[in-house]
């Protein structure tokens, strides 16, 4: 427990540093350092979700496989996908993924820069009027989804805690033979969405967890999870 609430500290005191500036965090930050233990309980779910993808049983894949056609999934949004392009590498990015949960290792810190970087970014373009476009520049160094607000304080824990990870991962395998998976923003989210949503409709595990706030669209949750690909993996099974 002791680990777990020094490891939360840490990452607490490094996004208040960052993102202390965005008034509209203030219940958050109230939230995390009444719940230190939870917060750290959210990061450890969001790691955790890697270790599940790559030890999925071949029947899963195949559940996974068959998501995607009813979806209509291209290659940049396809988790089989993705777990074709990392055989062989499987061990090298659990490994990696781990620094999340570390707040001394370089790659976290490059991380987490990137991250309250895109955040601020965002911010700054909400108070412009603005909102992100394709092809505009701006908008590709904009994480948004947090401006959009919420209703209750810790969906942006779950907003951190997974945008962190795929920064810090992005930050590890930049400079690997890896650094090709990482070319799109948001590159590991069908991983995180494979399992919330395989898991989710089970109930179990760390998907199980996440998938109520996945669901449930803002203000009251993350929306990141439609009732569509709900649809598709309870049809898959």
Known sequence: MGIIKEVANAHIKIVKERLGHIYTLKPTFEYINN??????RIFVDYVSLFDRFFKLKENEVDILKNVDEIIG????KSAVQFRTAARGNEKKILELVQTVSDPGTKQYKE?????TTMMTNAWDMKVDGLSPKDGDPRSDNVIWGYVQG????????????AHLTER????AIKNTSLHNLTKDKDWSFPVSTAIVGLDGVREIGAGGRLFPIWREPRPNGLGWISENRITAFKNSF
Do not use: K, R
Not at 35 to 40: F, G, K, R
Not at 111 to 115: I, S, T, Y
Not at 153 to 159: A, L, N
């Open 35 to 40: 719940n230190s233990e939870q917060v750290a």
């Open 150 to 161: 919420s209703n209750y304080p810790e969906i942006d824990v779950h907003f951190v805690a």
């Open 73 to 76: 999934d291209n290659h940049h």
């Open 168 to 171: 810090v991962l992005t930050a």
């Open 111 to 115: 991380g987490m820069n990137q991250l």
